[in-house]
């Protein structure tokens, strides 16, 4: 999933951008979302910390906050590299600030016609989310909710189950919990080594096992779900 972050001081400018995206991203059948908008930088920076998916950044440059938005994308490259950051201002000087700042931006984006900002940041959503793509492309599985095809990259897949319903899987990350139409060998053909049928009914993957059970014939996973394993299950996993 992409993840697309908007930090924008003006409220009425913020939520004009957040609506736009959202109804593009919908309009588009894309796997992204905003993720968050926000005024304040430092809420920025703390929520993309605990992500770990690609993200896009629309960052206006005077935010009237202790940081600008050239620092905020400053810090941002620091904290990970699956970032593609575009600006949004007024200030059409400073755009050589971003190369002294060294944030390869993607895109900056001049506040004159609303629809000349509609165009520029549809531009840079399908950029970013075609980069994305190719990025994951090597080691992700592809599978296919409601009408949209959604890329995965493995290493986030903590475990997959079946559900009451026939033909239906349930897929966890640590971000979101997919179902899709599916059959479980199915899955693990497209998966590597490191996921394991534990159960009849669950594949898990065994880098994100945090404990081991044994009396209870279970293990917990990194997002503190607990997953059944059977005397098969336990073999697999030594």
Same mark, same amino acid.
């Given at each position: 999933m992409l993840n697309i972050?908007?930090?924008?001081? $003006?409220?009425?400018? %913020?939520e004009f951008v957040t609506t736009?995206?959202?109804? #593009?991203?919908?309009? %588009?059948n894309l796997d992204a979302a905003v993720v968050l908008a926000s005024s304040d930088p430092k809420e920025i920076l703390t929520h993309?910390?605990?992500?770990? *998916?690609?993200? @896009?950044?629309?960052?206006?440059?005077? @935010? !009237?906050?202790?940081?600008n938005g050239i620092e905020l994308a400053s810090r941002i490259r620091k904290q990970g590299t699956k970032a593609t950051i575009a600006f949004l201002t007024t200030h059409s000087e400073l755009?050589?600030?971003?190369?002294? #700042?060294?944030?390869?931006? @993607?895109?900056?984006?001049?506040? *004159?016609s609303p629809d000349n900002i509609k165009r520029k940041i549809a531009e840079c959503i399908s950029t970013a989310y075609e980069r994305q793509k190719e990025i994951s492309k090597s080691k992700s599985i592809k599978i296919t909710v409601s009408d949209k095809i959604i890329h995965l990259d493995i290493d986030d897949i903590i475990y997959i189950e079946t559900t009451q319903t026939r033909h239906k899987l349930r897929l966890h990350t640590?971000?979101?919990?997919?179902?899709? /139409? !599916?059959? @479980?060998?199915?899955?693990?053909?497209?998966?590597?080594? %490191?996921f394991v049928r534990?159960?009849?009914? #669950?594949?898990? /993957?065994? *880098?994100?096992?945090?404990?081991? $059970?044994?009396?209870? $014939?279970?293990v917990t996973m990194s997002n503190g779900s607990l997953c059944p394993i059977s005397r098969t299950g336990k073999k697999l996993m030594k």
């Open positions: 972050y908007i930090c924008e001081d $003006n409220v009425k400018q %913020r736009f995206v959202t109804d #593009y991203c919908i309009f %588009r993309y910390k605990k992500s770990k *998916d690609p993200s @896009l950044f629309i960052l206006d440059i005077d @935010l !009237g906050a202790e940081i755009a050589l600030l971003t190369i002294q #700042y060294k944030v390869e931006a @993607l895109d900056f984006i001049i506040k *004159d640590h971000s979101r919990t997919l179902e899709f /139409n !599916g059959e @479980l060998k199915a899955m693990e053909e497209q998966l590597d080594e %490191r534990s159960h009849k009914s #669950y594949v898990i /993957n065994k *880098d994100k096992i945090t404990e081991i $059970n044994k009396k209870d $014939n279970s």
